[in-house]
């Protein structure tokens, strides 16, 4: 497995658990290990061996000094050896879902992208398959990021896609998607948690959100604008006595949680501990309702069965809300508009019941179309096997 899991961001995690027991019901005598951000936490979880991704451990903290700007540097060349080492000791390396192909955050291309890439060209050179299974895409407008990441889908050896977008996105840059499988995110073979009794909680899920990869510019603006409209938001439903429940879905989230707390200062609001998407499901089971962010939180919710709002910050969340039959229900992350939200919050509970109706209808349908992809990746990954 190869990834930035154990890093803190719980959709990332959840792919790994995923896929871990897709490996463990058609592969129960597969040795498993990870070349991964977190190894610790990735070995304390879920009790395989995990190496780290970066020789230099300072890989994601910013280089203001020559000390460090050297480390990193060397750094790069010594991750190119680590890494095909790594690789031709495995029999299969398999990149568990993630959006590894697309920069709808922001992202530089000697940090993940130039870690796929070497990966992937080390499985082209040691002849060892590289499969990125359930990955998201999207259109790259850096030309050095948008090059790492077509070379990167080239050079794997099986490719397959959480949505129609993502396959579309790569046949754009380049890349032959001919025989790209496209199936639900990987989260929805997830066990869901049993609904809870009707409930006046809502779950707003939020986001360190400074905009996409494109947005660096005004990436403090748009940051400002989503927290003063999230802000706004929760203290209108606290107004009306509704009880707020805030979500994360990374580290990086805790500090948006302690700003809306603080701004609306109030026992009706509070926040959960959450430390997989198997809590986030749980937390979305027992809310009458739920607006989020994060695509992660969006999925929890959904899969849950729960009414979700999406504050959307990229395509593949539109698409997923599309999948699980609520396009209606979008509005943008970057223009959070107090009003208009709770006026479309208003409506979402209003067809509460018909929307938890088509939710159920469409996680039957997600889980039968993962359990056919399984299969069919089964058969890719281990033909002599299964033959």
């Known amino acids: 497995m190869f990834g930035l899991l154990g890093s803190g961001n719980l959709g990332n995690d959840g792919s790994l658990e995923a896929l871990l027991g897709y490996l463990r019901a058609a592969r129960p005598d597969a040795v498993v290990d990870a070349l991964c951000g977190g190894p610790e936490a990735v070995s304390a979880r879920f009790g395989i061996p995990a190496t780290r991704l970066h020789w230099y451990r300072g890989e994601y903290r910013t280089a203001s000094r020559a000390g460090a700007v050297v480390g990193k540097g060397i750094g790069k060349l010594v991750d190119a050896v680590r890494t095909a080492a790594w690789v031709r000791r495995h029999d299969v390396v398999i990149v568990p879902g993630m959006g590894v192909l697309e920069a709808t955050l922001p992202l530089r291309p000697w940090g993940f992208p130039y870690a796929l890439f070497l990966l992937c060209a080390s499985g082209r050179l040691t002849r060892t398959p590289v499969a990125l299974v359930g990955v998201g895409a999207a259109r790259i407008g850096s030309r050095p990021v948008r090059t790492l990441v077509r070379w990167s889908a080239r050079l794997a050896a099986h490719r397959s896609y959480r949505d129609d977008l993502s396959r579309e996105a790569m046949r754009a840059m380049g890349v032959d998607t ?68 805030l979500l994360t879905g990374d580290g990086v989230d805790a500090a948006v949680v302690e700003t809306i707390l603080g701004a609306v200062d109030s026992p009706l609001v509070s926040a959960a501990e959450t430390a997989s998407l198997a809590d986030l499901m749980k937390e979305t089971a027992a809310a009458g309702a739920v607006v989020a962010t994060r695509y992660h939180n969006l999925i929890c919710a959904l899969r849950a069965g729960t009414p979700t709002l999406a504050l959307t910050y990229a395509a593949k969340s539109g698409a997923l809300m599309d999948r699980m039959g609520l396009a209606a229900y979008c509005h943008p992350a970057d223009e959070v508009d107090a009003e208009r939200l709770l006026a479309r919050f208003r409506e979402l509970e209003k067809n509460a019941p018909d929307l938890r109706r088509v939710l159920a209808e469409r996680n039957l349908a997600a889980a039968r179309e993962l359990d056919a992809h399984f299969t069919a990746l089964t058969m890719a990954l281990f033909p002599a096997e299964v033959s």
């Open 178 to 245: 001919s025989r790209d499988a496209v199936h639900p995110d990987l989260a929805f073979a997830l066990p869901a948690p049993p609904a809870g009794p009707p409930s006046d909680v809502v779950c707003v899920g939020v986001m360190a959100f400074h905009g996409g990869n494109d947005d660096r510019a005004r990436a403090e603006e748009i940051h400002r604008r989503y927290l003063d409209g999230t802000v706004r938001f929760v203290r209108a439903l606290v107004a009306e006595g509704r009880p707020v429940r």
